[in-house]
């Protein structure tokens, strides 16, 4: 009779275990699929890691190692307010010997389920080369929070940089040396824009330069501002209508900490 309980209560046990599992991994499926769907999340690229947030929080970080590329999701619990990492997704580069893997994460943080080239593996005999995958997934999270703060810093410098920039390009006399021009090619019946328009303070600094081009299929527009004669703010604005309407703004912040200029953050907002 003992035997017979402890082997109902094993078989509750695991049947326990496993609907919770599943049902993890179907708030995981749904979850992904909500961020690479249609909603809109934006881009922050730092150093070498892609950062894509929603609603001011990281969602999603694409970075490499040494072996290929890595995707790592992330929840943030508004309670603790602590970000954890729910899937992990590794691609190996052409030429190397190892496989994609999938790691699916418990709110916990745990591993319930891990998979090699979509097949069912022990989380314990995976290849050392994949062992560090979580604690990558981690670094790329503290990266961010890190230098996310420090850009904020220089951002907002730059913010007010550019703010007085403007007024005085709104309210100064500037030159202004325009080239730009618009035509018909009869041969492919497109209508194009194509040039610069430089302007220059009353000391022949470079103050602000604008470069549009364009044709049937869209156009892009460019704006730069430079303070003290430094690129200090990029901004690229493009609307196409192949497939359907395309429209995205490109924001990359500058500065000039020795004697090259930096691109230190780099915004982007799609629709």
């Given at each position: 009779m003992i035997?017979?309980?402890l082997?109902?209560?094993?078989?509750?046990?695991?049947?326990?275990?496993?609907?919770?599992?599943?049902?993890?991994?179907e708030e995981i499926k749904k979850e992904y699929y909500k961020?690479?769907?249609?909603?809109?999340l934006q881009h922050v690229k730092i150093d070498s890691y892609n950062y894509f947030i929603e609603n001011g929080?990281?969602?999603?970080?694409?970075?490499?190692?040494?072996?290929?590329?890595?995707?790592?999701?992330y929840s943030f619990n508004l309670k603790d307010g602590v970000y954890k990492a729910f899937f992990i997704y590794f691609n190996p580069d052409d030429g190397v010997d190892l496989p994609d893997a999938r790691i699916y994460l418990n709110s916990d943080g745990n591993v319930f389920l891990y998979k090699e080239n979509n097949l069912e593996k022990s989380y314990f005999s995976r290849h050392s080369a994949l062992s560090k995958l979580q604690?990558?997934?981690q670094n790329a999270l503290n990266h961010f929070n890190n230098t996310f703060l420090k850009t904020q810093d220089r951002l907002a410098i730059i913010k007010i940089q550019i703010d007085s920039l403007q007024?005085?390009?709104e309210t100064a006399s500037l030159i202004k040396v325009d080239t730009a021009s618009d035509f018909y090619d009869e041969n492919q019946s497109q209508y194009f824009i194509d040039g610069d328009v430089i302007y220059m303070n009353t000391s022949n600094e470079l103050v602000k330069t604008v470069s549009s081009s364009g044709d049937n299929h869209g156009s892009?527009?460019?704006w730069k501002y430079f303070t003290n004669g430094i690129l200090a703010l990029k901004i690229t604005e493009s609307e196409y209508y192949i497939n359907g309407f395309q429209y995205q703004v490109i924001k990359e912040y500058y500065h000039k900490p020795r004697r090259e200029n930096l691109l230190f953050r780099k915004d982007l907002y799609r629709v």
């Open positions: 035997k017979i309980r082997l109902l209560i094993l078989i509750y046990c695991f049947l326990c275990n496993a609907i919770y599992a599943q049902n993890n991994l961020l690479n769907g249609n909603i809109v929080k990281i969602r999603i970080a694409r970075y490499k190692n040494d072996y290929g590329s890595i995707e790592s999701y604690l990558q997934s007024q005085s390009i892009r527009k460019t």
